[in-house]
C-alpha cells in the first residue's frame, strides 16, 4: 500500500502509490482532458494552437502543455501543440530539451574534454622537461 501524502492539487488526503493526486483531481483531470480531445478530433481544430484550445475548451494552458508533455496528446497527430524545453523554456514537441540546448550542451561538453587533454599535456611536458649538466 502507498503512503499517505496531501494532493497537490486540493490538499486532500490520499495514499500515494501510482497516482500522485487524490481520485476528485484525477477525474477532473481526466475530464479535462476528454474535453481536449474531443475539440481536437474535430478536423478544423486540429491544427490548433494552444491559446485557441484554452479558448474552446476552457482547460488551462498548464494543464495543455502538460497533455502534450505526458504524450496523452501527440504532436504528430496535433502538429501546432507543444511545450516548453527545460532549459530556456522555448517552445518543444519531443523530449525535455529543444535542440539548440543539446547542442550548447555537448559543445559545452567538448570544450572540458580539450581542455583537460590540453591540461594532461602541459603536465607531461613539465615531466619531461630535461636539464643538462655542466661538468667542468
Same mark, same amino acid.
Given at each position: ?14 495514499? =500515494? ?10 477525474k477532473k483531470e481526466e475530464e479535462q ?12 481544430? =486540429? ?48 523530449? =525535455? ?12 561538453l567538448k570544450q572540458v574534454e580539450r ?15 630535461y636539464y643538462s649538466v655542466k661538468d667542468?
Amino acid at each position: 500500500m502507498g503512503e499517505v501524502a496531501n494532493c497537490p492539487h486540493c490538499n486532500a488526503i490520499f495514499f =500515494r502509490g501510482p497516482a500522485t493526486m487524490c481520485k476528485d483531481c484525477m477525474k477532473k483531470e481526466e475530464e479535462q482532458f476528454q474535453t481536449v480531445y474531443a475539440f481536437m478530433r474535430i478536423r478544423k481544430n =486540429r491544427t490548433a494552437q494552444i491559446p485557441q484550445i484554452v479558448e474552446g475548451t476552457g482547460v488551462p494552458e498548464k494543464q495543455i502543455r502538460k497533455f502534450v508533455k505526458q504524450k496523452r496528446l501527440h504532436p504528430a497527430q496535433f502538429p501546432s501543440l507543444s511545450y516548453e524545453c527545460e532549459k530556456c523554456g522555448g517552445p518543444i514537441q519531443d523530449g =525535455r530539451i529543444c535542440l539548440d540546448c543539446i547542442k550548447e550542451i555537448e559543445s559545452g561538453l567538448k570544450q572540458v574534454e580539450r581542455d583537460k587533454e590540453l591540461s594532461e599535456m602541459k603536465n607531461q611536458a613539465a615531466k619531461m622537461t630535461y636539464y643538462s649538466v655542466k661538468d667542468d
